[in-house]
């Protein structure tokens, strides 16, 4: 399976692709994507060298005529506003530019709602709000309910938990906000390009 993938790990050799396989693989490039073996309500988000793991586990139980999908590989479950991140990420699966879009407007949206910052606290929270719906628009994204987070989890937030918070709450001026966020946005999307992938619902749980 790692051929399909282009994971590292595993040198055994690709299983039989009688079970679909190559309809699983929803893009490797800008981010890879696959259709999950489970059915579950909400996308998974795996680090690579787990996910490479699975997709071993997975090719021995096709070799052998197992299910795999009694075992999920660890990661974050991506649910309330990452759910619709996510989801968004997957309509955009072929445009990087947008992509990195829906990354910057996640994170316009987690310093409005999840963030104490100098510039919410001014008039200028006007401009950032008009900034939010024609970034909204654009996409076709909104989130609606207890949406919770916005921007897909990284495994080093776990290790700097603050560090959102951080970069923007001392920003007074447009200009800095606007362009921190867009900052954020593109480093945690290489990320996500570099060390993950995204597994999404049987096709028929969306």
């Known amino acids: 399976m790692n051929d399909l993938i282009d994971f590292p790990g595993g040198n055994r050799p690709p299983a039989p692709l009688a079970d679909g396989a190559?309809?699983?693989v929803i893009c490797d490039k800008p981010l890879r994507m696959r259709w999950g073996d489970w059915r579950t309500r909400h996308a998974l988000q795996v680090h690579l060298q787990t996910a490479a793991a699975y997709e071993d586990y997975r090719a021995e139980c096709v070799q052998e005529g197992r299910d795999p999908a009694g075992q999920i590989p660890p990661g974050f479950t991506l649910d309330g506003g990452m759910h619709h991140t996510a989801l968004a990420l997957l309509r955009y699966k072929a445009d990087e530019e947008s992509q990195r879009d829906v990354g910057y407007l996640a994170a316009l949206m987690e310093a409005l709602l999840n963030t104490p910052c100098d510039i919410l606290r001014t008039d200028l929270i006007r401009r950032v709000y008009q900034e939010v719906e024609q970034t909204s628009n654009r996409l076709g994204l909104r989130w609606a309910g207890q949406a919770g987070h916005?921007?897909?989890?990284?495994?080093?937030?776990?290790?700097?938990?603050?560090?959102?918070?951080r970069r923007v709450a001392p920003l007074d001026n447009l200009k800095d906000f606007f362009a921190t966020l867009h900052e954020i946005a593109d480093q945690r999307h290489e990320s996500l390009k570099k060390g993950y992938v995204i597994y999404y619902p049987h096709k028929g749980s969306l």
């Open 22 to 24: 190559r309809s699983r």
């Open 150 to 165: 916005f921007m897909l989890p990284l495994n080093e937030d776990a290790r700097e938990p603050q560090s959102f918070a």
